[in-house]
């Protein structure tokens, strides 16, 4: 009894650690491009079949007729904006409205880096 008890509880919080966290996209109604629990859209880069560059190209490429995707960065949910118009409104007009930048590049690594917006995702 012990056992089954420990079994049940030990795949509830895999659900809720691992599983539940990719919902996150489709309770506000996102398209998100294919991806597997826990590892999200970085599956590919975790098996060396593809570098990071080569990800965001591929996550770019399956939302091509959407304004924005959205990706799972492992299991935290990420936006990918694919439209030009949408780019110049959230980085130019809207900036100080979207707070949650993450910071990609440390300070110190690379000036002409740490200058630019792509610094921030």
Same mark, same amino acid.
């Given at each position: 009894?012990?056992?089954?008890?420990l079994f049940v509880l030990a795949l509830?919080?895999? *659900?809720? $650690?691992?599983?539940?966290?990719?919902?996150?996209? %489709?309770?506000?109604? =996102? &398209?998100?491009?294919?991806?597997?629990?826990?590892?999200?859209?970085?599956?590919?880069?975790?098996?060396?079949?593809?570098?990071?560059?080569?990800?965001i190209q591929r996550c770019y490429h399956?939302?091509?007729?959407?304004?924005?995707?959205?990706? *799972?960065? $492992?299991?935290?949910?990420?936006?990918?904006?694919? %439209?030009?118009?949408? =780019? &110049?409104?959230?980085?130019?007009?809207?900036?100080?409205?979207?707070?949650?930048?993450?910071?990609?590049?440390?300070?110190?690594?690379?000036?002409?880096?740490?200058?630019?917006?792509?610094?921030?995702?």
């Open positions: 009894m012990i056992g089954f008890t509830s919080l895999l *659900y809720y $650690f691992a599983i539940r966290p990719h919902n996150y996209w %489709s309770k506000r109604n =996102v &398209k998100t491009n294919k991806f597997i629990p826990i590892f999200g859209d970085y599956y590919r880069m975790i098996l060396g079949k593809e570098s990071i560059g080569e990800m399956e939302a091509e007729n959407l304004r924005y995707v959205g990706c *799972y960065l $492992f299991q935290f949910p990420a936006l990918m904006i694919t %439209s030009p118009e949408l =780019v &110049k409104k959230v980085c130019v007009k809207n900036f100080d409205h979207f707070m949650n930048h993450k910071n990609v590049i440390p300070d110190g690594i690379d000036d002409l880096l740490t200058k630019n917006l792509v610094r921030y995702s």
